[in-house]
Structures are given as structure tokens and as C-alpha cells.
């Protein structure tokens, strides 16, 4: 687990090898203005809490990064944005993707995995929403494919660095980039159905290990495990952060981190959390 940023703000800070030039944090629910059940640091806009405290909780996350965090429209999909200086907060995709200094990739989360890529250069960082329907490429309700959020995160890297999405350049671009996940619902707290199972090993038949039966029927889904699969089922072997052991999981720690999965039927909604990654 990171250790909390030197500051105002207890944020996290990646403990991982990032080239020189790249920045990352993750942010936690304290730091921030906002009232409960939205204490403190919501960086949520659609989640009920007041306007004015998202505002001024963004304010602060700018102000402590040095550098414009651009917030997305989350939608569980796999459309990875490629962000500009006068990139606006709002567009539609669950990754996003920079070359330039002055912005950071931002993604939202409260349970779903925040997943960071640095490209060994430093010339190129990204961060994606990975939940189990983008992990799965699975959308709203689509077939699950081989191709999900992680899968076009790469992709995009690829372009980006000038090459093409499959053969050779994808294969080195993948062996010189470094990732990073976040914390998010753990292995002890994440039940699915069947259908979740299915719908992963539809496309990698070791996402099997991934998961746990119970009594039920139901099952326990390890999430991080089944990003690390796909992750290195792509050639990506540099990877750091979350390894679903306990201190990552965001339900079983309501002092430190936001759970939709702890909190959003007992209390109706709850906040947003963000990973950010950026260059200089």
C-alpha cells in the first residue's frame, strides 16, 4: 500500500518506478470541504452531493498537482481519450491518455480499479476505469470480448508512440510499460454472479482462478487478479499496486476510502475518489 502524500491532503502516492517526469496520486475521502455522506474529498459530480464542494474539492486537487486533473463521464465502456491542454471535463470514456504537460489523466472510482500506464520514455501516461464490465469489454450488457478497457489503453499508447496496435511495436511498447493499480473492492467483499465468471474466461480460460464459489452459489470475484491477467496476457510484465490483499480494499475501510458496494443503499450514494497520473 502507498503511503500517505506529504501535505494537507492524505492522499496516496504510487510506490512504484516511474521514469523520471511522471507524477502520480491517488486520491482518498479525506482533504476535501464536502458534508456527509460525502466526507470530505468527493471529486464526484452526479452523486448528489453539493455543486459548490465537487467545485472546490476539484480546486483543491488541482492546486495540489500542480496541473489540471480532467475529469471524464465514466460509462463502463472502453473509449480511451486522447487529452489536449483545452480538453473540456465531461467526455464520454473510461481512459484516458496524455502527451502533453498541463493536464492529467484522471479516472473516478469507488470500487471499480483505477489502472495507471507510464511509458518507460515519459513521454506517455494514461489512466483507465476499470471495472469488471470494462475489464470484460462486456460495456452495458455487449459480449465479453478480449479487447477491453486495459486492451485499448494499450492501444492507444501505441498510436501514440507512433506504432501500429499489433505485431512487434505493440509487444515492446507493452515490455517498456510500467502500471500501477489502485485500491478497490477487494476479494473478500466483491460477490458476482456466474455471469461475471463467464464472460472472462469466454476470452482468458485462467480468469477462473479468479474466482471463489460460496454456498450461495454465488461467487467472490478477486478484480485486481483479473487485471493482472489481462495485463499480462498483453505483454505487460512491470506491474505494481494492488495485489488484493487487504489494506487496497476500499468496502473494508470506510476512514480511509468510498465503497458504492458499503454505501450506496444505506446511504443512498456515496463519493469519488480519483487516480491521476501526469508528465511534466
Avoid: Y
Amino acid at each position: 500500500m502507498p503511503k500517505p502524500e506529504a501535505g494537507a491532503a492524505p492522499w496516496l502516492v504510487p510506490d512504484w518506478p516511474a521514469p523520471p517526469g511522471v507524477h502520480a496520486v491517488f486520491t482518498t475521502r479525506s482533504g476535501g470541504v464536502s458534508a456527509p455522506p460525502f466526507d470530505s474529498c468527493n471529486l464526484g459530480d452526479h452523486v448528489r452531493d453539493e455543486p459548490a464542494a465537487v467545485a472546490a474539492n476539484r480546486a483543491r486537487l488541482a492546486q495540489a498537482l500542480g496541473v489540471r486533473p480532467v475529469f471524464l463521464q465514466q460509462v463502463h465502456g472502453t473509449e480511451v481519450l486522447e487529452l489536449k491542454p483545452d480538453t473540456p471535463d465531461g467526455a464520454v470514456a473510461d481512459a484516458c491518455l496524455g502527451t502533453q504537460p498541463g493536464v492529467a489523466c484522471t479516472v473516478m472510482v469507488a470500487d471499480c480499479l483505477p489502472v495507471l500506464f507510464a511509458h518507460r520514455s515519459g513521454r506517455v501516461v494514461a489512466a483507465a476505469h476499470a471495472g469488471w464490465r470494462g475489464l470484460a469489454g462486456t460495456g452495458t450488457g455487449g459480449a465479453p470480448s478480449a479487447v477491453g478497457v486495459l486492451e485499448t489503453t494499450l492501444q492507444a499508447l501505441v498510436r501514440a508512440l507512433g506504432g501500429e496496435s499489433d505485431g512487434s511495436s505493440a509487444a515492446q511498447v507493452a515490455a517498456d510499460t510500467v502500471v500501477w493499480l489502485g485500491p478497490c473492492i477487494g476479494p473478500a467483499a466483491f460477490e458476482v454472479g456466474t455471469e461475471v465468471r463467464d464472460a472472462f474466461v469466454a476470452t482468458l480460460p485462467d480468469a477462473a482462478q479468479a474466482f471463489q464459489a460460496q454456498p450461495s452459489g454465488q461467487l467472490m470475484a478477486n478484480l485486481p487478479l483479473l487485471a493482472r491477467q489481462r495485463l499480462a496476457a498483453m505483454g505487460i510484465r512491470q506491474l505494481h499496486g494492488n495485489d488484493g490483499s487487504a489494506p487496497w480494499c476500499t468496502v473494508s475501510d470506510p476512514g480511509r476510502f468510498f465503497s458504492h458496494r458499503r454505501d450506496a443503499a444505506r446511504l443512498g450514494s456515496t463519493g469519488r475518489m480519483a487516480a491521476c497520473i501526469w508528465r511534466d
